[in-house]
């Protein structure tokens, strides 16, 4: 039994010329140049952003290093939760000095994350040793870890906050 092309059948001869397109379409495709320059986004439009935003390196802060960053002269503002710094200059609303959270800019937050509250006394002075936490509960704990993942997800990690004098 052996094969045979019939190009009396209408579908065959369609399907040869069809292949035989295709393959002129492969060996010998037509090239034209535009008669005009494209012009749709020559006025307004840029893809260079008007400046770069700053370099941010991971670094090792104390309370003392960290606190400069406190967003109130419009500068960046980080803060850390359980010795991880986070770069919250994004969330400026939310964490600069006129934000519900501007207590904790440039400061370990840790504590008052935990037990969901924004009072000052929350907040280990910076001139004092890290707050080890020791004293908080499980569900405490397990809000805290809540609010690392939500920063972790928003916000860049900039960096770890260390004992003043270690860094």
Known sequence: MGLSFDLGSPINTALLLYILYSIQRIFFPTISTPSELPHEFKSGYSW??????PTLLYKTYTPKTLEPFHGRDGGRILLA??????????????????????NFAGRDASRGMAKQS?????????????????????????NMKGWIDHFSNKYIICGELVENGAA
């Not at 260079?48 to 935003?53: G, K, L, M, T």
């Not at 359980?82 to 609303?93: H, L, P, W, Y």
Request: charged share 25%; net charge negative.
């Open 118 to 142: 924004f009072d000052m006394e929350m907040l280990t002075p910076i001139d004092q040793p890290l707050d080890k936490l020791t004293d908080l509960q499980a569900d405490e704990i397990e």
């Open 81 to 102: 939760i359980n010795g991880i710094v986070f770069d919250v200059t994004a969330g400026r609303s939310f964490y600069g000095p006129d934000g519900m959270y501007g």
């Open 48 to 53: 260079i952003p008007e400046s770069h935003p």
